[in-house]
């Protein structure tokens, strides 16, 4: 894919979080580092995953694109305009382009309401159609374009009478029935049985292609990164510390913790024996960075220089890392 305008531009974007205090907690005036300095673009019409472990920052980085949170720095422009210094009038028009879809279809959808209610939901709340008869049209040619047919079988029902796959065709049709522009989708079939998985990922993609649609696609499974991403950004303790292309990323790692991830998926041949890189310890605190590279104190690589922060720096075709080990390799 060649590299297009960018949608979204991210530049040295900070999130910290005061530490909750106990009784006896003797961290007063700590900080947690969610996200601490990131710099990344969303080009338009790609699929962006996010990966790493939980904790690393890839939904807080989300809730910042999605504005649910202020950052503590930095800044994010979505189509050349600021993020974070639009008025009241500006971000309803902002909430029309940028849509979510979360991991839970259990909890995301109100139980109370039927499925029409849930999926016209945006429309009443931008105001986009005030016309009961419109605003069905509406809601049964999204509940169709996600599979949900023929959809007045399912407008009148609520949530808890369909399947987990069948929420999730309604989270995603309540996300694009305002023709959205990005869509943000946090770990969206995680909690779905393996079978329907590559469902609801086919039609994530077919719906990217004729709505011509962006993502930021949140993931700790580098295997589904790799199905569904144009670019992959592998994140740690709050920084990404190597992106590129999914099949470049994922064919030729450079940074340790990029291949530690992709050693630990199972081969598809069952006469190979797996072996996974075996990294040290556990991951650091986020309150108590590591100098240096934050993967150092479990890198069996690390040596002498990696104590000073190494800077993402072009090792392949549109593929970065931040690591003096690779960058020296290649």
Do not use: W
């Amino acid at each position: 894919m060649s590299a297009a305008e960018p949608l979204v531009v991210i530049r040295n974007i900070k999130k910290l979080f005061p530490v909750r205090r106990g009784l006896f907690d003797r961290s007063k005036g700590k900080l947690i580092h969610a996200v601490d300095g990131v710099d990344v673009e969303i080009r338009k019409g790609e699929v962006l995953s996010l990966v790493g472990e939980s904790g690393c920052g890839k939904t807080t980085l989300a809730r910042l694109i999605l504005h649910l949170l202020d950052p503590t720095e930095g800044n994010i422009t979505f189509d050349g305009r600021d993020l974070f210094s639009r008025n009241r009038a500006e971000m309803r028009k902002l909430r029309q382009q940028v849509q979510a879809v979360f991991q839970d279809p259990y909890a995301s959808l109100d139980p109370k309401k039927t499925i029409l209610q849930v999926v016209s939901e945006p429309l009443v709340v931008n105001g986009l159609s005030k016309d009961q008869l419109n605003l069905s049209k509406l809601v049964r040619e999204s509940l169709t374009a996600v599979g949900l047919s023929p959809p007045e079988l399912y407008m009148g029902k609520f949530p808890y009478e369909l399947s987990g796959g069948q929420r999730q065709r309604v989270a995603i049709a309540r996300a694009i029935v305002i023709n959205p522009r990005l869509i943000v989708a946090d770990e969206p079939v995680s909690m779905l049985d393996v079978s329907i998985r590559a469902e609801i990922l086919m039609l994530m993609l077919d719906l990217k292609r004729d709505l011509n649609l962006t993502y930021v696609f949140i993931t700790h499974d580098l295997a589904v990164a790799r199905y569904v991403s144009d670019r992959m950004a592998v994140m740690y303790l709050g920084k990404i510390v190597e992106i590129g292309p999914a099949e470049e990323v994922c064919a030729r790692p450079v940074h340790p913790y990029t291949r530690a991830l992709l050693s630990a998926l199972p081969s598809a041949d069952p006469r190979t024996r797996h072996r996974g890189i075996q990294v040290k310890g556990e991951v650091p605190n986020a309150i108590q960075i590591p100098t240096g590279c934050r993967f150092r104190p479990r890198c069996l690589y690390a040596f002498e220089k990696c104590m000073t922060e190494p800077s993402l720096v072009k090792v392949g075709h549109d593929h970065y890392a931040a690591c003096y080990l690779g960058q020296e390799i290649t």
